[in-house]
DNA sequence: CGGACAATACCTACTTATAGGTATATTATA
DNA sequence: TATAATATACCTATAAGTAGGTATTGTCCG
């Protein structure tokens, strides 16, 4: 089973990254990314395909009619609310609520429902963005800031495997800078900003 | 220099961990505790004797005169009042402020600036990441995944001065790999992520 | 005024990376 | 079991980046 993807959007900083590190709990998900701004929730979105958004309705786009209907009728992703408020069930549908004072046992048991259920459909796959678990740990290493050569040493393969695999790393993905792919492989949880020098 | 020990104390799991989170990337200092519960304040306070306490007046035990004649008489704890409330430097007294709503940046460097008042005493300053703003804009472009050639190009600057631009970045950061300048830029908001091909 | 710094430019020698190939053994899997 | 995918290896040329310099303008500030 394909891991599900969790967007985050809400205006405080602190609430987006407290979430995400208590969402590291669940097993079969992963934050993908964490959004501050209003007017880059549709594009994002739309980008990533998150399975799950988890938006603060302050940063609900009221006038984005694209992200509405992809939320509630097509039925792809499911939405939970993220507020201080208490009585936001009365106001607005959505798949889940989560409020600031929520506790985190709350919170993933909660998750961890939606997760179930969306499982429960079983559908197939659909990131085309394929890339070995070989490859993977090539690209982990390169987003880590190794030359070729030092990747071939650690890995004990030659200097020209490594470049095969980065050929075709770059080829799948469609990214040619190390920047690129040094964002794809944060963005994928392949590496952890801490870990580059 | 010993790293300067902070406690954190609010009602929110979310807020707790997401302020972690944040002051985790300060250099000089960690959190050596989370508290959620009004009755633990005092006696964690106490037995842990933190350098800095963050917390949010909800929890402030207004009966408990040791922990205040310790912050306010003694001046051994640095006192940062954390809350959701906008006008709170005008009801109450502290050292620091942090707003729920704040920024990663503000956060840090207000906090920066309470450690480098607590450590007076020792060194004058550490901060050798003085980066000049033309280099900030140059790293930039190398952190977008752009070449010497298109970085000099779009500048309308000769390769050369990229080049010569772009070994000063990398001995005054002590970084290297594109993917350490990269990670670089976007921890000091020279790019986000999403901008980066 | 004079020194420090920032921005610019150029040079050589050297190291790394990219783009285009080909090729073979192993491992899934249809 | 065939076939596709993966991991491995090597090659040539070319492009890009690094490390070590030097040097000329400005500008800011003590």
Redesign the pocket.
Known sequence: MARSTILIADNSCMIRKGLRSILQNLENSEVIQLIDNKEDVCGIVHKRKPDILIINPDMLPGDCLDVKRELFNENKLSLILLSNRKNLKNDLKADGYINYMDGQNTILDMMQEILNKNNKSSFPNKNSE?I????KNILKHIALGL???EIADQ?F??I??V?????NI?QKLGI?S?SGLTVYAILHNLISMDEVK
Chains 1, 2 share one sequence.
Do not use: A
Not at 132 to 135: C, I, K, P, T, Y
């Open positions: 394929t070995s678990s070989r490859e030359t070729n050569k890995l393969i030659s020209h495997t470049v095969t695999h980065r050929k770059t040619k190390v």
